[in-house]
């Protein structure tokens, strides 16, 4: 069960099992109080030294940020609690103990991209890849609903499409090749076949820079179509940007 769908009135007073990551944890008396996070949300279980088993306990003194677990317990509206409501635990079992977690807040941006891998657990980066998520989607119905075809052109190219000084050059199997800055050649032979065409590729720009906030590397969105003039063209783009 993911933690949305008990984020409800309809919910309290019944028993869900969850399954999540420990996003926060404190210790308050008796109590331990652990914020779960799951790909839906986050929401406050609570564990009652008084009210579970030994096992269980001694699993929610030893669980650390970052820990997977399962929790089963039953669902309690509380306006103090982050999201509104909050799990009062009958039963935790531990799936994997984390070490020592490494964010804890106020780092800078290059200790962030050096752990990356652990910074994308962030809310503020999960909302991030769904937001890109929902205007992938939204590209994609776009173009469906307006008779495009989706084409999938090669990564590597054997010439340029761009500036030949910008292009990452690879060895390929003894011949140079390079890494694609854009699908334009193939989405315009490829329109004397399917008319409208489209792709979403990575592409590649080997463009030295001092700021960390220029891309050698994108995903990129690009259409051609038979029979389009200038005007037509742009008519396609305001009509994405808008739909999306």
């Not at 308050?28 to 096992?55: E, T």
């Not at 317990?73 to 609690?81: C, L, M, S, T, Y």
């Not at 070490?99 to 752990?115: A, C, M, T």
């Not at 999960?126 to 990564?155: C, D, S």
Request: with cysteine; hydrophobic share 40%.
């Amino acid at each position: 069960m993911l933690i949305k769908n008990i984020l409800k009135d309809e919910a309290v007073n019944t028993n869900v099992k969850l399954k999540g990551w420990v996003y926060r944890k404190r210790v308050v008396g008796g109590k331990v109080f652990i914020v779960l996070r799951d790909s839906s949300g986050i929401i406050q279980c609570v564990v009652d030294r008084g009210n579970v088993d030994n096992a269980t306990w001694k699993n929610a003194e030893k669980i650390t940020r970052e820990s997977s677990c399962m929790i089963e317990g039953v669902v309690r509206k509380e306006p103090r609690a982050p999201t509104g409501y909050e799990v009062h635990v009958s039963k935790l079992e531990i799936v994997g103990l984390s070490d020592w977690f490494p964010i804890r807040g106020g780092e800078g941006v290059d200790y962030l991209l050096d752990n990356r891998h652990l910074w994308i657990r962030s809310r503020k980066i999960q909302a991030i890849m769904k937001i890109k998520h929902t205007v992938l989607q939204a590209g994609r119905e776009y173009f469906n609903r307006n008779g495009w075809w989706e084409v999938t052109p090669p990564i590597i190219t054997g010439s340029a499409c761009e500036s030949g000084a910008t292009q990452f050059e690879i060895n390929y199997f003894g011949q140079k090749a390079y890494l694609s800055q854009s699908a334009q050649l193939y989405l315009e032979a490829l329109i004397y076949t399917l008319d409208k065409v489209w792709s979403l590729t990575p592409s590649f720009r080997a463009e030295k820079s001092r700021t960390r906030r220029h891309l050698a590397e994108y995903w990129h969105l690009e259409a051609e179509a038979a029979w389009y003039g200038m005007e037509d063209m742009m008519k396609v783009t305001e009509e994405l940007v808008n739909y999306i």
